[in-house]
């Protein structure tokens, strides 16, 4: 009761503000990170509102539990924050493909406009098809300096420890995308859902990048026009297979355990956002 009526002399004291004035932030992005918007508690244009988070936690915690943990819309220290978990309800839909190779992909990426290569024999390739595609994982190569995808022959053939194909698309430093299989791919690893996240059914591309510095802010170390195309391409293969954006993720969001892998080395909420534009 206490508690109750000092939340009221809050609220009124203060007027019509939103919680924290760093939480006053686009609709569109407030959903990408996994909160609610309300309307009327900050200043400036109709889309910029109020967000909050009802599922706040430390960072680790949610990782641990399988959920994407976004910052910036949670109280207290940094490491307190939101956590998205939307993937796990997200139902089969009639774009789904069930246990099929993946022969449409290279139509789907020019449709978008955008230039694509085919590597040959890409049709056949993969270890066995699709169990379904209910998830993307963003990747960096690791690769050279310089070249438009010169890490193409080991994506397609694989290395030593591990048979190719690495991943079903490439993507090029000029935004060319490279197809290089439709089947089955190595890319993801163990991850926090095999059921969503596994390579049976996730669409893994390994974009051309030397992948340092690490950072999770930001895109500055990605050619505009690579970073671009990334986007326009995944928004592509969302619409076409029915992914939504809460599970395209970040190889480091969906390696478990957490931590396992740096790629890609720009901000998963910022693409995030940009796709469900
Ligand atoms: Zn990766």
Known sequence: MIACVAFIYVRFSFGEDCWSKNACIDTSLCAAKGGTSQPKLCKGSNNIQ????ANCMEATLCKSQGGIPSTGICPGTSTNQCCDKAYTSVPINDKTPVNRMLTDLA??????????IESEGWQTRGHSVMTSVKSIICHHTNGPATGDFPSLRIVRDGRKDL???LSQLGLGRSGTWYIIAAGRSYHAGTTIDDSVFGNPNAIGIEAEAVGVPLTNSGHEYWPEVQYQSYIRGVKALQAAYGVPASRVLGHKEAAAPVGRKPDPNFSMDEFRAALAK
């Open 50 to 53: 109020c967000c909050s988070c």
């Open 107 to 116: 139509e789907i990426l020019r449709g978008a406009g955008l230039s694509v």
């Open 163 to 165: 048979v190719g194909p």
